[in-house]
């Protein structure tokens, strides 16, 4: 994509609304724009990045043997009412009536959709387990929105449902959805940690919170060292194996909100505690037949018809955005992970026009191919080189008169830093080579 | 994906809501289910037709040079204000009260939310052109839902927008979106036909539909017979080039639905009219600078500041995977075109637990990826042909005892039913081989 007809429209200064790092870097390197109060309009930067996590989530859903259907974001209240939570839910929940007087909802979350397409479709124990998710635009009327797609009413949810025979078999499918959690934050560049968490209006029996690391985030953690170190992204799993002693091994270390600190414990762990800030990405729940019972889901089974036993699984693909940039920025502006990144590489001519900077910067611009911007207006190095650093691609390549006389291109990590100096052939090896990265 | 764990529900019994062929087998085939009038939640199979629709959809998109973003579903009340849309546009559009009593509404279309976008965003004529465009649900709250996803409440749109400084580079956009639309449905696999339309509530001067050819269309349109060997899905197209004429000459042959037929054209046309029943599945619209004067999006230029010449361009996402299916079936069932089947392979193991059967069945599942669907089940024979039938996918594999015996499997192509005995090293060539297809 070339920034001359690319619609990215980047900010000098920084929207006075905007409170914390994440919600100012986005308005500011063009990502998002707020339409209503709490509700965003993805801009092509930004949803390069949001379907970039949308679909490592998706991947690792698959991986856990989740199934992908779609649900639509109006629902009727009728089946709200089969659960009792139409009264319940409060003024968070956006009600709607249609033109034949009907009461409608924006969907907050999918427990009742769910168990009813789950109900009219289902009826032998065999089927059984299935896991089922969507990923889908959901709305709850915060009364204060704030900090952007953080804290939005209109957000992008992966929620995801369990069904299962007995509660044995449900223990094995959070077991699943807890570790592939793991796996899926770790793949985005993040440190995840899993916290034991109230389960509030889903209700039921076990439930927990999964938080990652950032400098700037919104609570404060205490959590075992041990949690520091965890990379899950490359780590095998079989999800068909027994996953208790895994989840066991990550939910018997200490980690809490502050909160819910134990003075007693953290003085045993001695310098193994670490005390850091987290942002709460994902959200699991084991609740067993409360859905289920109430609206009438049930199975032929050996011992006659029973309930299913659910659980249910969130993850914020919008909110991760903010996330992953909370992680992952410094004064000049995001440092996108790579797995994430809108765009692998930022090509810079440093003087369109050059005939000689103009020809090498068109044979990167197509050897590098979807995963390269090319700033190739009229503007000067500085301006090119700091709105770069802003939208934080991993690789710069400046393309300048000076460089090409002696036979070479900048490279810069925006991570770090680093700057080297290659040929262009070597560039091409590196990065768009048959073994590049 | 194996039968036995993929969540299918396929029904025997054609529900009795359904009139028509695409909605009758939608259900039938375990894509859709409707959760409440006019709103459904698409099952696996059915998401994966979509989201093939949807990325053809985008791909040209891309190609023509439209690049996307995504607005928000919900939108604010003051917006449609601006342009005077709020009060004309009737009970069709749902509307919305938050909990801070603001009125909001869900997004029918989105003349006013991009044009506001595009008027904080963009204040010079040198960023022009620009078209935009995102894939989102709409709401329009039709009085009676019906005919399964073809028109329903909740559905899927592709809307672009195009911005140009006069009218003479609007018409530019315009002609590009004209021949991307026939490219869009000639690499689905439909034949489409454009025909000069009424702009309706959107408003402006010039505008095209474009229907495409099923027996069981809504509607009878009465067409020049070159419309029906067009294919414009291998056909190169540039489109920085002027494409006027292109456009003149798919113009200047006739086409109409019923109601605006010439009985004199038609007279002189002779044995070239054809008579065919037709689905809307796009329209386009060049309306001016009707949105960007109401709104004030205007930019800087040569002759002062000018309000921006804009068009809208729409594709039915949701409503073309139905009209897909009014095209290609028949008493069996579904006939997908390759490029949107949910899968390409239906592999039948006609003899689940003979170990020949279950080993070259696991062999070819193997080898075809992710693109197969393996009947696993302990099923009868003709319980799996059937079904495979009804669902359509383009290639079925059996794999027997009888056949095994004598060293084949038998591959039948859904389309035209040809039957044909291969050994599994040929289907492995043929398929799965470094020249598959």
Chains 1, 2 share one sequence.
Not at 156 to 179: Q, W
Not at 198 to 222: K, M, N, Q, R, Y
Request: with cysteine; hydrophobic share 40%; glycine share 8%.
């Amino acid at each position: 994509m070339r920034n001359s007809t690319y619609f990215l429209p980047t900010l000098k200064e920084t929207p006075s609304e905007a409170q914390i790092a994440s919600h100012r870097l986005m308005l500011r390197a063009g990502m998002v724009r707020q339409s209503a109060a709490g509700i965003y309009s993805w801009l092509p930067l930004g949803l390069r990045v949001l379907n970039k996590v949308a679909d490592i989530v998706r991947d690792e859903q698959r991986l856990a043997g989740a199934q992908e259907l779609l649900m639509p974001t109006i629902q009727p209240a009728e089946l709200w009412k089969e659960s009792g939570r139409y009264d319940d839910y409060g003024k968070e929940m956006l009600r709607i009536t249609d033109r034949h007087a009907r009461e409608m909802l924006y969907g907050p979350t999918n427990e009742e959709l769910i168990t009813a397409l789950f109900r009219d479709s289902v009826k032998s124990f065999k089927a059984l387990p299935k896991i089922l998710f969507h990923v889908q635009w959901k709305f709850r009327d915060e009364v204060r929105p704030r900090f952007g797609v953080m804290r939005g009413r209109e957000f992008l949810m992966k929620d995801g449902y369990s069904f299962d025979i007995d509660a044995e078999a449900a223990r094995r499918s959070y077991n699943r959805m807890f570790i592939s959690y793991m796996r899926t934050f770790s793949r985005l560049g993040l440190k995840a940690i899993p916290m034991r968490a109230d389960t509030g209006p889903i209700g039921g029996d076990l439930s927990h919170e999964f938080h990652i690391l950032a400098e700037t985030g919104e609570s404060e953690v205490f959590v075992h060292k041990d949690f520091i170190d965890l990379d899950w992204s490359r780590r095998q799993v079989d999800y068909d194996a027994d996953l208790q002693e895994l989840v066991d091994e990550l939910t018997g270390k200490y980690a809490v909100t502050g909160e819910k600190r134990d003075r007693a414990v953290e003085a045993r762990l001695g310098d193994q505690l670490v005390s850091a800030r987290g942002i709460e990405v994902g959200h699991i729940f084991y609740f067993g037949a409360k859905y289920s019972r109430a609206m009438n889901a049930v199975v032929s089974s050996p011992n006659g018809e029973v309930p299913v036993e659910m659980g249910s699984y969130g993850i914020g693909v919008s909110r991760l955005v903010g996330a992953l940039i909370e992680a992952n920025h410094d004064a000049a502006g995001i440092i996108w992970p790579e797995p994430v990144a809108p765009f692998q590489f930022g090509l810079i001519n440093l003087k369109k026009g050059d005939p000689a900077c103009d020809d090498v910067s068109e044979q990167l611009y197509a050897a590098l191919g979807s995963e390269v911007l090319y700033d190739d207006r009229d503007e000067r190095a500085g301006v090119k080189f700091a709105e770069m650093d802003l939208i934080g691609l991993p690789w710069q390549i400046a393309v300048g008169p000076k460089g090409l006389a002696a036979g070479i291109v900048e490279v810069k990590r925006r991570a770090g830093g680093q700057r080297s100096e290659m040929t262009l052939e070597a560039v091409l090896n590196r990065f768009a080579g048959p073994q590049a990265r």
